[in-house]
């Protein structure tokens, strides 16, 4: 036999014996390649869920905590509500009609606003919506608003709302931008009313005291969710699902101004939108 036909015999004999070797080593390690890939999928999956259900977690944990703190400033309000609403010289007032109570009580709302430095205004207004006292925050040096500058509120809606309720009832407003003279203020200044009817000694309702409590002491809370592990972004919607707290300043708000009645989270994120509503009504 040729020298040729030697190697050419060998070359086929190795190719045979590489092939056999692959086919074996395939037949050996396949499986095991094949449970190393299924495994690896399954605990980059099962790491992937529980990292969603951590952030989950997290999320729902600041969300919480906000909710709670929120929880407690208004009930701090109510609570000075509530003690202001106690003091004789308001019953006395309307028994009496008195400028002496009217000054007692001016100067017990003067240093409530004064101390708390949470109100932009405390009132008392009568059963007619005209406002008999007035006290004004004052970018922190409270004031009593002069007579021939108190305003008729008989309009607006917390006063129509709170007019209505009975003893021991307190009404809460949802968020808006304070308005003043019929036009918003300017900076904005979001605000929440919180108020209670006001009762003489014969259980006749005379009026209602109201405070407006500064609604930015909530958005700073909101604002305030840092985490080490997530990063969260906190939105405020009212109940139709307008931005009060959103993702830029421009859409927010958008339920005071002819021109931004259209921008809500609803337009921005249906689906989402749905599905929030869903799990409110169930």
């Excluded at 009975?166 to 949802?174: I, P, T």
């Amino acid at each position: 036999m040729k020298d040729s036909d030697q190697k050419n015999h060998s070359t086929k004999g190795s190719k045979k014996i590489d092939k056999r070797i692959l086919f074996n080593t395939l037949l050996v390690f396949g499986p095991i390649f094949l449970l190393v890939l299924l495994g690896s999928i399954f605990i980059l999956k099962t790491q992937e869920s529980l990292e969603i259900k951590l952030i989950k977690d997290v999320e729902t944990s600041i969300v919480d905590n906000k909710l709670k703190n929120i929880e407690e400033e208004i009930g701090h309000v109510i609570h000075d509500l509530l003690i202001l609403k106690s003091n004789r010289s308001i019953e006395k007032y309307w028994e009496f009609q008195n400028e002496e109570f009217v000054n007692d009580l001016s100067d017990e709302i003067l240093s409530i606003v004064e101390y708390q430095q949470v109100y932009d205004q405390c009132r008392i207004i009568d059963i007619h919506g005209v406002e008999v006292i007035r006290v004004n925050y004052n970018k922190g040096e409270p004031v009593l608003a002069p007579k021939n500058q108190l305003q008729n509120k008989a309009d607006r809606y917390y006063f129509k709302d709170a007019i209505k309720l009975n003893k021991g009832e307190v009404f809460v407003s949802s968020m808006d931008l304070n308005i003043e003279n019929g036009e918003i203020e300017l900076p904005l200044k979001p605000m929440i009313r919180i108020a209670a009817p006001i009762f003489d000694n014969d259980d006749e309702k005379k009026g209602i005291i109201i405070f407006n409590f500064f609604g930015d002491r909530i958005l700073h809370q909101l604002g305030d969710s840092t985490n080490s592990m997530v990063y969260s972004e906190v939105m405020l919607l009212n109940s139709k699902g307008y931005y009060l707290q959103g993702p830029s300043p421009e859409k927010e708000w958008g339920f005071m101004f002819d021109g931004k009645k259209d921008i809500t989270f609803q337009y921005d994120l249906k689906n989402e939108w749905e599905e929030i509503c869903d799990n409110e009504a169930s």
